[in-house]
């Protein structure tokens, strides 16, 4: 493995000795993402420098690799030849990666570095929904013709290959591009050059349309063991391809996300280092204040059993641990759920079953967590039966309506329409201490007359 810190310093002693030859061997040696991630590690000026001493198609895939900062510092400084050069060694998805990010002005100077037929073809992808498949889909592929011979076949892949994303799969259609199957390049190697691709090609595609969810493309990959996945319009015609680390970018995006729902924060597309205060503190305060409102309700249960809680203080030791208790129960439902309602695992007419199963769990853990406290209570913390009876029953029943809570609000999320990441610890715990504070003051009035 590389010492970044050493290869940092060699490149920045070879190049203040503008020793450019040495630095391209360096390079050509390298991956496009470890470029990448060592251009970052140097100044503007540096990082400048030692991009124009890329090679050409190389220059390119490290561009795709960069962060949009960055990019958008490259493109300032890029003559409009450069620009062009870039540009036109780009994939079709990459260029509306980019095109999606940057500032107008930017954007502006992308698209006139472009000929008039990626234009085009980068206004007709950002033209479908974001998350969706056309959004994320490249229209560079090869498709061919049932009718063609294996030999005409290799003849359009080596004619076609090197504006491709991937030639290992081709997809076949017919004369106004319906997608009829599939054909892989190891298939047509070693098949004879005068078989018909409909003879050796594969009908059982798997395909997705155009307005199909993101998450939903994932999923096929992970299901079929996908490397490309074709995207169809309505009329089943083949207008681009997803691949594989496109699928990858979209999953881990996608967990990003559902992570950042689920401790209460907005999703942003930038990495942590590169976001500022402001904009770490604008994604947060929403949430916690909403949260904050929201938790307003325990402190009114509390101050409505006041009297009570002064009679008996002994209960109020009690009340963190239940409240404690419940919300630890109802994230374990609620991260179950909801990463099993990500992976389709689940859907809404499965909830009896998640309800029944989640009603035998919970009565398995409210009894085995009541029968320790209970010991506790009475051997270490000498409270008396009834001090105790009240708190371990309050602890099965808070228990059962956290993982009842904890399942059921992301299904009813899901099926509603929202994502049921919303509906995970910060959301359930407020329900939940809530619930279990009424229920505890609630059987302490009935037990102790209070």
Same mark, same amino acid.
């Given at each position: ?17 503008? !020793?450019?030859?040495?630095? !391209? ?45 960055? @990019? ?65 889909? +490249? ?12 030999? %005409? ?15 290992? +799969? ?43 969810? @993101? ?41 990003? %996300? ?7 924060? +907005? ?64 994230? @374990? ?60 029953? +309050? ?56």
């Amino acid at each position: 493995m590389v010492n970044t810190k050493s290869l940092e310093k060699t490149v920045l002693t070879l190049l203040e000795e503008k !020793k450019y030859k040495e630095l !391209k061997d360096i390079f050509a040696h390298m991956n496009p993402v470890d470029i990448a991630a060592l251009l970052e590690g140097f100044s503007e000026k540096n990082y400048l420098l030692l991009f124009r001493i890329l090679p050409k198609d190389l220059a390119a895939e490290t561009f795709v690799e960069m962060d949009y900062d960055q @990019q958008e510092i490259l493109i300032g400084s890029f003559s409009d030849s450069e620009l062009r050069e870039v540009v036109n060694e780009l994939y079709i998805d990459d260029m509306v990666d980019i095109v999606e990010e940057m500032p107008a002005n930017v954007v502006k100077r992308i698209l006139a570095s472009s000929d008039a037929n990626t234009r085009k073809l980068i206004n007709e992808i950002l033209k479908y929904p974001p998350d969706s498949a056309g959004s994320i889909m +490249t229209t560079e592929f090869i498709n061919l013709h049932a009718d063609m011979t294996v030999a %005409e076949a290799i003849k359009r892949i080596r004619e076609k290959g090197f504006d491709s994303e991937t030639i290992d +799969t081709c997809y076949v259609t017919d004369n106004v591009r319906h997608l009829i199957g599939f054909v892989t390049i190891r298939t047509i190697i070693l098949s004879d050059e005068n078989s018909k691709i409909e003879d050796v090609m594969n009908r059982n595609v798997i395909s997705v349309g155009t307005m199909e969810d @993101q998450e939903t493309v994932v999923n096929l990959f992970a299901k079929y063991d996908l490397t490309v996945l074709p995207v169809v319009d309505n009329e089943k015609r083949i207008v681009g391809i997803v691949t594989v680390d496109d699928a990858i970018d979209v999953l881990q995006k996608e967990t990003t %996300e559902d992570f950042e729902k689920m401790a209460a924060i +907005t999703p942003t597309d930038r990495p942590y280092l590169k976001k500022t205060t402001y904009e770490i503190w604008k994604s947060r305060i929403p949430w916690l204040l909403i949260l904050m409102i929201s938790a307003t309700f325990t402190g009114m249960i509390i101050s409505h059993f006041e009297e009570a809680l002064k009679t008996y203080v002994i209960l109020t030791a009690y009340i963190p641990m239940l409240m404690d208790t419940g919300g630890n129960s109802g994230s @374990q439902a609620s991260v179950t759920i909801i990463r099993s309602l990500s992976l389709n695992e689940l859907h809404f007419g499965d909830i009896l079953r998640v309800l029944w199963k989640e009603f035998r769990v919970a009565l398995m853990s409210g009894i085995t967590l009541a029968l320790v406290y209970f010991a506790k209570l009475i051997i270490f913390d000498k409270t008396g039966i009834a001090v105790a009876s009240i708190i371990c029953v +309050t602890l099965v029943l808070t228990v059962f309506v956290a993982k009842l809570v904890g399942c059921f609000l992301p299904m009813l999320a899901k099926k509603v329409g929202f994502d049921p990441a919303v509906m995970a610890s910060p959301f359930i715990t407020t329900i939940v201490d809530a619930i279990s504070l009424l229920i505890y003051f609630n059987i302490a009035s009935a037990i102790l007359g209070i």
